[in-house]
């Protein structure tokens, strides 16, 4: 297996210093950089395989880098920042990162984390053998080959998260998850805040692919217990 090659990106060069000493000592391939000016280049240029972000940074901040990258990409993406209330991590998994740390980290679990971003991705995105990895439900149509999400034909533009969560639903057809489940599957950790969390990225997914997301045909609620998908 190629090593994975890992971008930090973060103002301070301090920071990026002490992650490239205990990534390095797990044997990942560590890119610095010190502002997000040219992120996809070096997505591209050094085949990148998860990003840590830092949010607050000149010129272009983490937020705008994370819409640039999930434009062109659906690999990992790390937030690391100085803003730790909930509404911030919140809003940082809802534009579309995977996970959120807060400074001052704990070197150890943004290992233990960046190991299980690559991890979960690895095994999400392995293609459904069955159908040649395509997911058909009527006009809903998920190609886990491509990573893309239809409906009628028309591409259906999906966060990382939302698009896990839909895939993870979709995979097993009827098969009721908890909040809990669905947590620890695409986030790989104990749950924390699980039903709000699970709900709000639920009812952003409904918004764009059910056509009556108040009365959802495919992602249903099962009161009490959880979601599950219906052909």
Request: glycine residues 4%; aromatic residues 6%.
């Amino acid at each position: 297996m190629d090593t994975p090659h890992i971008l930090v990106v973060d103002d301070e060069k301090e920071i990026c210093d002490l992650i490239e000493i205990y990534l390095s000592q797990e044997g990942y391939i560590v890119h610095k950089r010190y502002d997000a000016t040219n992120i996809l280049n070096d997505i591209r240029d050094y085949d990148i395989e998860l990003v840590i972000l830092d949010v607050m940074m000149p010129e272009i901040d983490g937020m705008q880098a994370l819409e640039l990258i999930r434009s062109k990409y659906n690999i990992p993406v790390i937030f690391l920042s100085a803003k730790t209330s909930e509404d911030d991590k919140v809003e940082g998994l809802m534009k579309g990162a995977d996970d959120y740390i807060g400074k001052p980290f704990n070197a150890k679990e943004l290992v233990a984390r960046v190991k299980s971003q690559l991890r979960r991705f690895t095994v999400l995105n392995k293609p459904i053998e069955e159908n040649n990895g395509v997911i058909n439900a009527n006009d809903l149509i998920i190609d886990t080959n491509k990573k893309q999400v239809t409906i009628n034909g028309q591409l259906v533009r999906l966060t990382r998260i939302e698009y896990n969560i839909l895939v993870l639903l979709a995979s097993n057809p009827e098969k009721v998850y908890s909040t809990e489940d669905i947590f620890e599957t695409i986030w790989h950790e104990k749950p924390t805040n699980a039903n709000n969390t699970i709900m709000v990225h639920i009812r952003k997914l409904r918004e764009k692919v059910e056509r009556q997301p108040r009365t959802p045909r495919h992602i249903k609620t099962v009161w009490g217990i959880g979601y599950k998908f219906t052909i």
